[in-house]
């Protein structure tokens, strides 16, 4: 009878555990089904809200790519593919590496650099003419020169403002805690997001980042509608968009988890 007893709680501590990590798995949404970009809007500066232009955000291997090879010029042509639904509070993962192209018309600091937007305006209301949707951004960066330190998974900030160590930031962008990484390095990248009261970075499973009351404020950003721009307006949901700007970089595994 205890042998039994045993057995039939071991078998039960089995399947709690088996349907534990079941319902743990089950909380995450997919946001990219790796064949097409259905359910994503492009966006590019010059060009009206769902012209993908020149095929920039495309699939391959299962994966979002930002790709130049059917550019002439840049132009300026920075581009964001957003996500169709907004989110408040959530926890997105994603991996992402850099590519070699990179369009050398572009402004130097978007060499190997991109990123995720997050609490963005919707793309329907961003203006042909606009540069930057109104958001924050988890900025991705790999190494430019050899030796010197380039942290990735830094905050910047267009057309808005945030709190860091418990004082607004006059700052665009904020350096994490993150190593350096080369170009062709796979980085494994979180954003933690608890509406407008703390956002935390991670890269490879290490908190590098966190602040506090994200806003509408700061500078950057123009051409936007200025009904939308209200300064000190907390910001507490929007849409998350792949950034692109110039660098060829390839984003896969994208999940997120509502919290």
Known sequence: MKLFNYLGLVLLLVWASCTSKKTEDSEWIT??????????????YHHETGENYADTFRVQDSSIVVAYE????FDER???????QPFESFHLK??????????EDAPSYTYRNSGVMFHAQAPETILKEQ????????QMLAEAEPGKARPTGNMCSPGTDVFYQGKKSNDHCINS???????????EADLIVYQDSLIIHKVNDKEVLRYTN??????????????????GKALKSGYIGLQAEGQGVIFKDI?????
């Open 214 to 231: 994200t806003q509408i404020g700061g500078e950057v950003a123009k051409g936007y509608n200025p009904d939308l721009k209200v300064d």
């Open 78 to 84: 920075y581009g964001h593919l957003f996500y169709d």
């Open 177 to 187: 805690s993150s190593d350096t990484y080369t170009w062709d390095t796979w980085v």
């Open 94 to 103: 994603f991996r992402y590496r850099f590519t070699e192209e990179w369009m």
């Open 255 to 259: 999940k997120l988890k509502k919290l």
């Open 31 to 44: 946001l990219f089904n790796g064949v097409d970009l259905k359910g994503w809007t492009p966006k590019f």
């Open 70 to 73: 059917d550019y002439d010029t």
């Open 131 to 138: 540069d930057w949707p109104l958001s924050v951004e988890y």
